[in-house]
T-cell receptor, first 117, second 110 residues
Framework: KAGVTQTPRYLIKTRGQQVTLSCSPISGHRSVSWYQQTPGQGLQFLFEYFSETQRNKGNFPGRFSGRQFSNSRSEMNVSTLELGDSALYLC????????????????FGPGTRLTVT | SQQGEEDPQALSIQEGENATMNCSYKTSINNLQWYRQNSGRGLVHLIL?????REKHSGRLRVTLDTSKKSSSLLITASRAADTASYFCATERNNNDMRFGAGTRLTVKP
């Protein structure tokens, strides 16, 4: 099976712009989660989507949003970029959604490294 | 905010030695997972242990979970240079979100 893919791998944007990142989960996986990783804050949970519905959301401002399509592919959008948004954005997929009795492991993509200048 | 805290922050050992990393957390959890990350790349899942389990093994990896102490440990036996990476614990809490610790940076010297 192909792994989780994320596009683009690298991105440079200017403050105030907006950005859309894409994630294709492993075939058959319906849960997609997004994480932000920075040296200062570490790995932080952004949100989780399952069957096109947002199930959980981390403690991030409304500038961060996401969606999931019927084929389970997911996008996340960051509007009005700030310098502090520079980070590695990781997407992870799993068979089942969080909170279900038999939670599966998550499979991570290689990430999108976003630099905001 | 982070739920788990790994200890130590950094660990350096010789090839062939065992490496033990610890993780403590604050609230009740559904399960705890350990992941490995090689320098700025995606995470690789190692082991998932559920809240009603106490110990799991996978190859050279052994994970224990003590819910009364809210702590877990990851033991890597007979370490290899290829084990050099950052190791994270992640907890899935009862409200369903996942929280990662700050990680332990393991260096295995050949």
């Amino acid at each position: 099976k192909a792994g989780v893919t994320q596009t683009p791998r690298y991105l440079i944007k200017t403050r105030g712009q907006q950005v859309t990142l894409s994630c294709s989960p492993i075939s058959g996986h319906r849960s997609v989660s997004w994480y932000q990783q920075t040296p200062g804050q570490g790995l932080q949970f952004l949100f989780e989507y399952f069957s096109e519905t947002q199930r959980n959301k981390g403690n991030f401002p409304g500038r961060f949003s996401g969606r999931q399509f019927s084929n389970s592919r997911s996008e996340m959008n960051v509007s009005t970029l700030e310098l502090g948004d520079s980070a590695l954005y990781l997407c992870a997929s799993s068979l089942r959604a969080s909170g279900e009795s038999y939670r599966d492991e998550q499979y991570f993509g290689p990430g999108t490294r976003l630099t905001v200048t | 905010s982070q739920q788990g805290e790994e200890d130590p922050q950094a660990l350096s050992i010789q090839e062939g030695e065992n490496a033990t990393m610890n993780c403590s957390y604050k609230t009740s959890i559904n399960n705890l997972q350990w992941y490995r990350q090689n320098s700025g790349r995606g995470l690789v899942h190692l082991i998932l242990i559920r809240s009603n389990e106490r110990e799991k093994h996978s190859g050279r990896l052994r994970v224990t979970l003590d819910t009364s102490k809210k702590s877990s440990s990851l033991l890597i036996t007979a370490s290899r240079a290829a084990d050099t990476a950052s190791y994270f614990c992640a907890t899935e809490r009862n409200n369903n979100d996942m929280r990662f610790g700050a990680g332990t940076r393991l260096t295995v010297k050949p």
